[in-house]
């Protein structure tokens, strides 16, 4: 993929090397996984690659980011101060885009939308960001009960897939006795129990 500098001044490989030096080399093979699904998504359902790319590469750019900057930063920004309750798994992806706006440049909306809903969705959802919030989910690295359902949908109903997913995270974090992120619900509400 050539990337055509509209949406980030960087190269891929040059994205790819600020990438990798935020995160382990452990979660930097996830976001490659995570890339090759978002861009066969993204060919099967005529969503930009370029933007896919992007958004796939920097979806987790956060995630490893110390929890003192973090809560430093929703404090001093004046931040969802509920993200302080949930801690890294729900705020890399709103921090994320807010990290990869300031950091790398990138001002796409859609793509940062894209970073921002990956973990929890949202009752409205871009074609983008269905593709990055499934690719995250069935990456060729991940192993979930429900991964390969998940990735026959994905195959040809987008939306189906982005229910079948909420669904499995829920039951997750449910049997984990984990709190579940009000956003979460709402995602729920809206691509599962729609009537
Ligand atoms: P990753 O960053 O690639 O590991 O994946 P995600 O960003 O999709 O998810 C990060 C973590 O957040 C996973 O362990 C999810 O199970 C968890 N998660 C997703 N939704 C919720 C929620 O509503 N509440 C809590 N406590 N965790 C959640
Ligand atoms: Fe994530
Ligand atoms: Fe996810
Ligand atoms: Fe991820």
Redesign the pocket.
């Known amino acids: 993929i050539v990337y055509s500098k509209k949406y980030v001044s960087l190269t891929r490989n040059e994205l790819i090397e600020a990438v990798q030096s935020q995160i382990s080399s452990k979660?930097f093979q996830?976001v490659l996984g995570?890339e090759q699904a978002a861009v066969q998504l993204a060919e099967r359902y005529g969503v930009s690659i370029e933007k896919a790319s992007i958004a796939a590469l920097t979806?987790?750019y956060a995630?490893e980011r110390s929890d003192k900057e973090m809560r430093e930063l929703i404090s001093h920004e004046k931040l969802d101060l509920e993200w302080l309750d949930?801690?890294s798994?729900?705020w890399?992806?709103p921090l994320g885009a807010l990290l990869v706006e300031r950091e790398l440049g990138i001002s796409n909306l859609d793509i940062l939308n894209a970073i921002k809903h990956?973990?929890?969705g949202a009752e409205k959802m871009s074609l983008l960001e269905q593709v990055i919030?499934v690719a995250?989910?069935i990456e060729p690295g991940r192993d979930f009960p429900g991964v390969e359902q998940v990735r026959t949908l994905a195959a040809d109903d987008l939306q189906a897939a982005v229910g079948y997913e909420t669904k499995q995270?829920?039951y997750?974090?449910i049997e984990k006795n984990?709190?579940?992120?009000?956003?979460?619900?709402a995602t729920y509400n809206k691509w599962v129990a729609n009537p």
């Open positions: 979660r996830h995570v979806h987790d995630k949930y801690g798994n729900i890399h992806g990956h973990t929890v919030y995250d989910y995270t829920l997750y974090l984990r709190r579940i992120y009000p956003k979460t619900i």
